[in-house]
């Protein structure tokens, strides 16, 4: 693997990354790894009887983030976030991390030191370690790239979803959409990873349009802390079938119907919604059910399981609705029930 | 993980991929995937008592190669040629593979579609299987990315070397550098991946300069091919430490030595150059011996290995110095011994 950034300290950055991923190494490590970074690969063993699970997800520069309101820790801790709720969606733990990292050869060394704790952070939070990676100057904009090698006792796929299963999520869906329209209003990073005092909100603020500038900081935090810093969910225990919604209700839950082979039909007025995404969305004038249905990267896991006749066995999800045996069905807060079609962004995924 | 290419016939490029990979799959599959494309994670499981290895590289336009020269399959071909070799270093067997691909939004399908039949046609060649990825938009240029995972009875790392004993590389070097010389020269793609017909060649060679024209087809074709589609070594047996000529002999024998805390005394004249690079370099009018130091990108092993008096058991390489104490030495052909100083790309690896 070739690194190629051209500029001073090139040899110094890889060895600080070196280091730093051994240090966490220490505090963190699984003692899994056999051989980590400084290698022609990573040597690993995974524990025995366990199924290996790896998932790749890759941030581009311009499409899937803006540096006008990502600080660079943010970008390094959400890449580990979106990989990881991929293996938490198999219904595995994540292990092992592999980074790889493009960026314009004037890239600052410090930046990309702060990419790389941002990485070691979320690894830390998940009990996962930096094994490898690859670093390359890129003609133009940041790319990051990761892939996660995890286990599982018993994997959870998506094509698991038996007809009378009930269908749950983990949490409200829509912040992260929402959190990402208040970001493009203020057009400036958000050191949320450093806290988030009131002074700097009182400067921020000035950058909303008038009605949201009532909103409270306590009402703005989480919902752009979910859009910048998602946190994974951990996975339920007794699902038979499961994803992360990454891309949208609407279109998630299709696939997982679509890779079951089977329907779904969804209560609207059941899907959750926080009272701050409704807060942010009346004063930002959009249909908070609107955004719960299609905005994407929430990374909540939406699962079907069995209905139990224990009440508190379902209460570790929200009950959104139940799978039928074809069709996507919607059921309004009137009863009414309409199809809906799957919309958002596509993926080919492994 | 995201897919964004705005582009008409994108879910059915998705499903093609999907395909093709299961297709390889039946024919040369290994049955350790659980659940490969289409869910959130790949899922597998390794041989119980072996190491797992694990590497990324990735390979970006206008930094690693230049689309002026290679075709689309060969870009797939030789991403996984560097990942497999790789794994190969550290004595193991290539198994998975998880590729990223971003690509300009305007890129044809076709193109992409290419990319993964020289994906493909590697991964089948090394016994591999294609078991996930990640696709995106790139605002310009190509980035590809790649996660190979494999497994080995027994690693060999890079810090195993001990005094005495021999250095080794499986073939000559140089071979690559002195190729991209001469598609530096050509500047035009060559489908060498469709044979390399006498009429092909007629018209390339217009493009070389006089002295270049003398270069017979059998002369050019192996220099070129070893820099476009590269083919990874398989490891010998016994090797005490290891690792793949990626970035030129002197800097990749020193990062063997730097890892096995040795020094190393090469002999220059032991270093195999090939008739074929001799006679292209003589004509482009350079140094073959600078080629074979410090060119990159042959994938060749270099490894150690304890000396055995039978000469037979030294025959799966080629000898080309031995691991002394400390210190970088370079024999020359009249025996003058001097210091040299590593010089090339560094990276940081796993």
Redo the contacts between chains.
């Keep these: 693997?070739?690194?190629?950034l051209r500029e001073a300290g090139?040899?110094a950055?890889?060895d600080w990354?070196?280091e730093r991923a051994g240090k966490k190494d220490k505090k963190g490590g699984k003692g899994i790894l056999?051989?980590?970074?400084?290698?022609?690969?990573?040597?690993?063993?995974?524990a025995?009887g366990k199924?290996?699970?790896?998932?790749?997800?890759?941030m581009?520069?311009?499409?899937?983030f803006d540096t006008g309101y990502f600080t660079p820790y943010q970008l390094g801790f959400k890449l580990v976030s979106?990989n990881v709720?991929?293996?938490y969606?198999?219904g595995?733990s994540p292990r092992?991390a592999?980074?790889?990292l493009?960026a314009p050869p004037e890239t600052r060394t410090a930046f990309i030191k702060e990419i790389f704790e941002g990485v070691l952070a979320a690894l830390g939070l998940y009990g996962g370690r930096l094994?490898?990676?690859?670093?390359?100057?890129?003609?133009?904009?940041l790319?990051l790239?990761m892939?996660?090698?995890?286990d599982?006792d018993r994997?959870v796929?998506?094509?698991g979803a038996r007809v009378g299963d009930g269908v749950f999520v983990t949490g409200p869906l829509g912040d992260s959409a929402c959190g990402l329209v208040l970001l493009r209003e203020m057009a400036a990073p958000v050191r949320i990873e450093k806290g988030f005092q009131g002074s700097h909100w009182d400067k921020l603020k000035k950058r909303l349009r008038r009605p949201l500038r009532s909103l409270s900081p306590e009402t703005v935090k989480p919902l752009i802390e979910r859009h910048l810093m998602p946190v994974a969910k951990r996975p339920p225990v007794g699902a038979s079938a499961?994803?992360?919604i990454?891309?949208g209700l609407l279109l998630d839950v299709s696939r997982l119907c679509k890779?079951s082979a089977v329907g779904v039909r969804i209560y609207e007025d059941k899907i959750p919604i926080s009272d701050r995404m409704r807060q942010a969305a009346a004063a930002l004038g959009l249909d908070p059910l609107a955004l719960a249905k299609t905005g994407g990267e929430d990374y909540e896991l939406l699962y079907a399981a069995p209905l139990s006749r224990d009440r508190r066995r379902n209460a570790r999800g929200i009950l959104i609705g139940e799978i039928v045996p074809s069709g996507l069905y919607m059921v309004d807060a009137l009863g009414r029930t309409k199809r809906f079609r799957a919309a958002g962004?596509?993926?080919?995924?492994?």
């Design positions: 693997m070739s690194f190629c090139e040899l950055l890889l990354i070196r056999v051989a980590g970074i400084g290698d022609d690969a990573a040597a690993f063993r995974l025995p199924t290996a699970l790896a998932t790749t997800d890759m581009v520069e311009g499409v899937h979106v709720s991929d293996i969606a198999m595995g092992l592999f980074f790889t493009a094994a490898g990676g690859d670093l390359s100057a890129s003609p133009s904009g790319v790239d892939t996660v090698i995890g599982a994997i796929r998506r094509s499961m994803l992360d990454s891309d890779e962004y596509e993926h080919f995924s492994g």
